[in-house]
């Protein structure tokens, strides 16, 4: 078997790898290389492979820099079968429709032209198969897959590859520990050839996860008492899930007022339906005794989906909760509540997820005012609250101990800035594995 890296290699977006076993050719993800948009020329190289030769795409999850480049993938003349677990299916619908129409405009807005056309993403979703957890499947001759729930988002998985008498498995992305809504990521099977590991926090730990619930609660409750409007920023598709899992036991279970929310993010509404519809797939942290039959529903939630019920947001009354995308604050709807709200003291800005350099949410994280939203001058007045529990991705320490319970000697990292990546080889190498990797893009491994 023999492997080769095409994305996320010493960086964390643009997963690609592709497995060649005799003529058979499969991909284990097509991602999106993110950071500068879709103009980025990353996105418009070749693919390092001809895109023709493919039989199958294994999709270890819905983010963009695991699914992003599959239209591209169909533009460049590539006909392969997709296959993930079937909620990975359906969130990637939502995600590749909406990434569709930023792609559209932001290439008219860079006067390049558009990666890839609305056929692309329609032939997409035509050879897309939907398949179960612990359920091998032979996606190309002499190449078995079998996905496992990593804890991620829904319907995330690691992946387990099969052929040529070997087995090696790709992380994709590992949730963190303490989800209240997924289940554990799955133990790593025994007797791996090779396991190409994520390393994203290769470098970090995070906060325990128990006491994000009880800073929810008190946002919600001094927000009340000052009657102000607290807004709350979240990724469409696990964050926000997450938060009206917990702003459900707060105000169903426990019976707390936070008087009229608000979920202002169309992604998010569709994003939060799958939810529902997959809660076989869930693990919900639901409190004793406490009966539901809509666990992201609750008492008082408005669900705004068109910019004219968004807009009517702004003549409720106060007490108000919005839950609003974009995560990072640099797009979405929760751009325009800002602009209204953030320069009130009696207002709240509840920064739940990680910031990245030069977006509007790292830059009022770090205390500056005012800040340039659109071509007003906003002054953050607002009080600043971070839960810094919430988190997409599994820190060192639970990386360490999830690998160290197989017997995996040989690891490739992936998916991580080269600095984690390095203190993260430092120390597995340290807990006793044998050969501890970075390989470039372009490389090829024999396994
Ligand atoms: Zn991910």
């Given at each position: 078997m023999d492997i080769g890296f095409f994305g996320a290699a010493k960086g964390v977006t643009g997963s690609c790898f592709l497995v060649a076993v005799g003529e058979s050719r499969v991909l284990v993800d097509c991602g999106f290389f993110q950071g500068q948009g879709y103009c980025s020329d990353k996105n418009y190289q070749e693919f390092g492979f001809n895109p023709e030769t493919i039989d199958a795409v294994?999709?270890?999850?819905?983010?963009?820099?695991?699914?992003?480049?599959?239209?591209?993938?169909?533009n460049r003349k590539g006909k392969p079968t997709i296959y993930s677990t079937k909620p990975t299916r359906d969130l990637s619908q939502l995600i590749l429709d909406d990434g569709y129409n930023i792609m559209v405009e932001e290439s008219e807005k860079c006067g390049r032209d558009p990666l890839y056309r609305?056929?692309?993403?329609?032939?997409?979703?035509?050879?897309?198969?939907?398949?179960?957890?612990?359920?091998?499947?032979?996606?190309?001759?002499?190449?078995?897959?079998?996905?496992?729930?990593?804890?991620?988002?829904?319907?995330?998985?690691?992946?387990?590859?099969?052929?040529?008498?070997?087995?090696?498995?790709?992380?994709?992305?590992i949730g963190s520990e303490g989800v209240p809504i997924l289940h554990d990521t799955e133990a790593l099977p025994q007797d791996l050839d090779m396991f190409m590991c994520e390393s994203t926090y290769g470098d970090r730990l995070h906060d325990p996860p128990t006491d994000r619930l009880n800073k929810l609660r008190d946002a919600v409750i001094e927000n009340h008492k000052k009657r102000g409007v607290l807004m709350i920023p979240a990724f469409s598709i696990e964050r926000m899930q997450e938060v009206l899992f917990e702003m459900n036991i707060i105000v169903d279970s426990e019976g707390i007022?936070?008087?009229?929310?608000?979920?202002?993010?169309?992604?998010?509404i569709s994003a939060t339906r799958v939810y529902a519809s997959y809660q076989e797939e869930l693990e919900l942290d639901i409190p004793?005794?406490?009966?539901?039959?809509?666990?992201?529903?609750?008492?008082?939630?408005?669900?705004?989906?068109?910019?004219g019920e968004s807009k009517g947001i702004n003549n409720a009354s106060q007490p108000k909760v919005i839950l609003a995308g974009a995560g990072m604050m640099n797009a979405g709807r929760i751009t325009h509540h800002l602009v209204r709200y953030l320069d009130d003291p009696n207002n709240t800005l509840l920064v739940i997820g990680y910031q990245a350099v030069g977006t509007l949410?790292?830059?009022?994280?770090?205390?500056?005012?005012?800040?340039?939203?659109?071509?007003y001058s906003v002054d953050v007045k607002a009080k600043i609250v971070r839960i810094d529990s919430y988190s997409g991705h599994a820190d060192y320490d639970k990386l360490t101990r999830w690998v160290k319970d197989s017997t995996v000697k040989r690891i490739q990292l992936i998916h991580g800035d080269e600095e984690a990546m390095i203190a993260f080889q430092k120390h597995l190498l340290h807990q006793g594995v044998e050969e501890v990797s970075i390989p470039s893009e372009g490389d090829w491994i024999t396994v």
């Open positions: 294994v999709i270890t999850h819905t983010h963009q820099d695991h699914i992003g480049r599959l239209p591209l993938l169909f609305e056929r692309d993403v329609e032939a997409v979703f035509s050879s897309w198969k939907g398949v179960s957890y612990r359920d091998p499947v032979e996606v190309a001759p002499g190449v078995t897959v079998t996905w496992h729930d990593a804890g991620h988002v829904l319907g995330s998985s690691f992946v387990v590859v099969e052929g040529d008498g070997k087995k090696v498995a790709f992380s994709g992305d007022d936070p008087g009229q929310v608000y979920l202002d993010s169309p992604l998010a004793q005794g406490f009966v539901d039959n809509d666990f992201f529903h609750f008492k008082g939630l408005h669900v705004t989906e068109t910019v949410g790292r830059k009022i994280v770090e205390g500056q005012s005012p800040v340039k939203i659109f071509d």
